[in-house]
Nanobody
Framework: LLRESGGGSVQAGGSLRLTCRAAGRTFSSSVLGWFREAPGKEREFVAAVNWSGAVTEYADSVKGRFTISRDNAGNFIFLQMDNLEVEDSAVYYC???????????????WGQGTRVTVSA
């Protein structure tokens, strides 16, 4: 199971940190990542991190502003979001799968999502 937390409301230019807890399955060797879905838009890839935390990938829209990381045990991932923009408002979902390609396409495992609202 994947469970997200940390969403909320913030003004543009502010920061939020999302957490995804991976439990109930051996996710420590899996790739984990984040997607987001804004009203009226398709769910889109945001960022992903491999099992060790050494390999990360980001969507162009968040590069330089968001940072994905992973704890040593591999059961938590974090998304540090800085310099937030109104366009970042969405429900953010944690996802996981065996490989990076699979996660970037939308993994097999999903959390319930956490809402981020950025106001001007």
């Amino acid at each position: 199971l994947l469970r997200e937390s940390g969403g909320g409301s913030v003004q543009a230019g502010g920061s939020l940190r999302l957490t995804c807890r991976a439990a109930g399955r051996t996710f420590s060797s899996s790739v984990l990542g984040w997607f987001r879905e804004a009203p009226g838009k398709e769910r889109e890839f945001v960022a992903a991190v491999n099992w060790s935390g050494a390999v990360t990938e980001y969507a162009d829209s968040v590069k330089g502003r968001f940072t994905i990381s992973r704890d040593n045990a591999g059961n938590f991932i974090f998304l540090q979001m800085d310099n937030l923009e109104v366009e970042d408002s969405a429900v953010y979902y944690c996802t996981g799968d065996n490989g990076l390609r699979e996660v970037k396409q939308g993994g097999r495992f999903w959390g319930q999502g956490t809402r981020v609202t950025v106001s001007a």
